[in-house]
């Protein structure tokens, strides 16, 4: 028999002898349940007592027995009082117990269970030998048996002791004792047999009980840790042990509504980790997870009687004094920064001062996260309060998450094309779509006032399905009218691929306008590419089989533009516009460009460069062969009727593959 196996017979004896060890939630379920059992049990011994008190009592009298009085006394009522006030003693502890909540003192609960209990047993002996000498059943002993082993819950091995060395005792009484009826001393065999039968039809009960009771508790002990575990996550961050954010907004709501409180000198913080992102590259998820514990307790610490939580990822909420409140979150980001060199970790904090009575919590903290957000990349500022230059951007900001259903429902959101064009023919051979929001209150708003905004709030795809849309409807409108038109590319982002199926948005669109897939090409960020998403390259297989071509935006902007090289297939590679930043000063800057052109042809790749603004720069990459250029050097973005006024006035032309498409 392997170890194994023989512990687990092992553990099946202990645990149906009962002598395996119980938590402390079932060793108080096991007390509770004795008390609850000890009411009824005393309640029916008291008055079966007292019934026989005044039994016994009225029998002397009726059949004037008086002058045997002392005979009765130790026969009877000794032993009746004594049962009686054991039983009123039990029921007043196991009152005290189960009605006053009294959870002290248990030890005397269980020391009375077994006075109690032992004079049960006592009284039953007692009284079924005088019975026996008489000729009568022993019903007494029986009964007192089964009240104490059946009623109250025992570990097996405890019933067996209680059943076996009261049976033993008892029967070793009745075997010196001569049987009334037949002269016979002890037993008959029968009377064995029948006694044998009781004393196991007991103890399998008392298991079964001890089983079934020992079930129940741990079912119960298991829906209380569920329950505690359950309540202890509606108020409490499971990562950092923190309050989370459904109980900071309860209880912020409600500070700020007392009267006692000073809303002029409260504020509240929103701390965010700088680089964060950086740090779980490099340390893994699990050292990212120790850090945000040591982080979340350095501000709780730091804020000691404040409303601390975590609020989402690296970010953490503060209710607090505004006094010291700079002092305290600028000593914070030190202590942070001083933790390791490689990574340099700074915890901003942006904070908001609630304005006259002004109480809701998730307005003051998306405030207080507009102000961290802004001193983002400043390494030189740890602290913003929220002022007026920030709340004119807010409301921008929650102006253009507002309107942008109704910017595109009101064709507010217009593309601009910026030309690609030719290095060896200097014509244009594709155009860039860019958004541009012309609003009636804020006039023309550039791309930076709201795409960053609209992918925080996670509504970038509404604003990309409409410019496919738009530029799809100008393809036909130029077809139709016999104009020129070329290929135009497309930016795609990153959540896009997540928040719709952008791809067949593309088709759907690409459909309706009767625009084929040789006229759009979608470009990819390479930022977007280093998450290693799988749904991503998917909708790239997609797009591809379709007929579209892909372009990789912004290469060389990351860390990873090898790997995504590595990983995914390009059509065009678009060369990032810092490349050309100091061309003129930079010796490192053309051999640079030079060598990306020449992998881009070996990866059977078209070469992009954007950013062009001189003569000079266009000219190098001519001579490099990158085969296509786009900057302020040609065009910056412009509508469509501009840019077909550059062309009527000569000082722009399309490539003549382009020149005359009509449907």
């Known amino acids: ?222 829906m209380e840790k569920i329950n505690a575990h359950l309540s202890r996550i509606s108020v409490e961050d499971e990562l950092t042990g923190i309050h989370n954010m459904v109980y900071f907004r309860s209880e912020s709501e409600k500070l700020m509504k007392y009267v006692t409180t000073d809303r002029s000198k409260v504020v509240f913080l929103f701390f965010d980790i700088e680089n964060f992102k950086s740090f779980n590259e490099k340390y893994g998820f699990i050292e990212g997870n120790v850090l945000l514990k040591k982080v979340a307790n350095m501000i709780s610490d730091a804020f000691p009687h404040s409303l601390v939580s975590r609020f989402s990822d690296d970010h953490f909420v503060v209710l607090t004094r505004f006094d010291q409140s700079e002092e305290t979150a600028e000593r914070l980001s030190r202590e942070i920064g001083s933790f390791q060199d490689e990574i340099h970790l700074q915890l901003k904090c942006g904070a908001y001062k609630p304005d006259g009575d002004e109480t809701d919590p998730s307005i003051a903290c998306d405030r207080a996260r507009f102000a961290c957000n802004s001193i983002k990349k400043h390494y030189d500022c740890v602290y913003r309060l929220y002022d007026k230059v920030l709340e004119d951007k807010f409301q921008l900001k929650q102006y253009i998450v507002n309107s942008i259903d109704s910017a595109i429902a009101n064709d507010c959101i217009k593309v601009y094309y910026q030309p690609v064009v030719s290095t060896k023919t200097g014509k244009i051979v594709g155009l860039e779509a860019l958004a541009r929001w012309k609003d009636p209150r804020y006039g023309l708003l550039p791309p930076a006032s709201f795409i960053e905004i609209l992918e925080e709030y996670r509504q970038i795809h509404k604003l990309d399905i409409c410019i496919i849309n738009n530029v799809c409807r100008d393809y036909r409108n130029a077809t139709k009218n016999g104009l020129p038109f070329v290929p135009v590319s497309l930016n795609f982002s990153r959540l896009d691929f997540e928040l719709c199926d952008i791809v067949e948005e593309l088709k759907k669109s690409a459909a309706k306008y009767s625009v084929p897939s040789a006229f759009l090409d979608v470009e990819i960020t390479e930022s977007a590419l280093t998450d290693q998403l799988g749904y991503l390259q998917d909708a790239m297989d997609r797009l591809r089989e379709a007929g579209y071509r892909i372009w990789l935006d912004d290469f060389g902007s990351g860390y990873s533009s090898m790997n995504v090289l590595k990983d995914y297939q390009f059509d065009v590679l678009k060369i990032d516009m810092k490349f050309l930043t100091g061309f003129a000063n930079n010796p490192k800057t053309r051999p640079i460009i030079s060598n990306i052109v020449d992998l881009t042809k070996r990866l059977n790749m078209i070469s992009l460069t954007e950013g062009v603004e001189t003569k000079e720069q266009f000219d190098f990459l001519a001579s490099i062969n990158c085969e296509r250029a786009q900057g302020f050097l040609f065009s910056r973005p412009v509508p469509e009727e501009e840019l077909r006024k550059l062309v009527s006035d000569g000082k722009l032309s399309f490539s003549e593959e382009y020149r005359s498409i009509q449907v």
């Not at 002058?67 to 009686?84: C, D, Q, V």
């Not at 007192?144 to 009261?166: A, D, K, Y």
């Open 1 to 222: 028999m392997d170890s194994q196996k023989k512990k687990s017979i092992i553990s099946a004896i202990k645990q149906i002898a009962g002598v395996d060890k119980h938590s402390e939630y079932v060793d108080n379920y096991m007390y509770a349940t004795n008390m609850r059992a000890s009411i009824y049990m005393s309640l029916l011994v008291i008055v079966l007592e007292i019934w026989m008190i005044i039994r016994l009592t009225k029998t002397i009298i009726e059949n004037d027995l008086t002058a045997n009085l002392k005979h009765y006394f130790e026969a009877y009522y000794l032993n009746y009082f004594i049962l009686l006030g054991a039983g009123i003693a039990m029921l007043l502890i196991a009152l005290r117990f189960v009605l006053w909540k009294k959870t002290d003192k248990k030890y005397l609960g269980t020391a009375m269970k077994w006075v109690f209990s032992f004079i049960c047993i006592y009284f039953g002996i007692k009284i079924s030998m005088q019975d026996y000498a008489k000729g009568e059943q022993i019903l007494t002993f029986l009964t007192m048996e089964l009240f104490v082993v059946c009623l109250l819950t025992w570990r097996p091995v405890v019933g067996f002791g209680i059943l076996t060395s009261s049976y033993l005792i008892f029967f070793y009484k009745i075997g010196k004792m001569p049987a009334p009826n037949t002269g016979e001393q002890g037993l008959t065999l029968a009377s064995q047999i029948n006694s044998f039968t009781m004393w196991l039809s007991t103890m399998l009960f008392c298991i079964s009980n001890y089983r079934n009771m020992l079930s129940q508790a741990l079912k119960e002990e298991r």
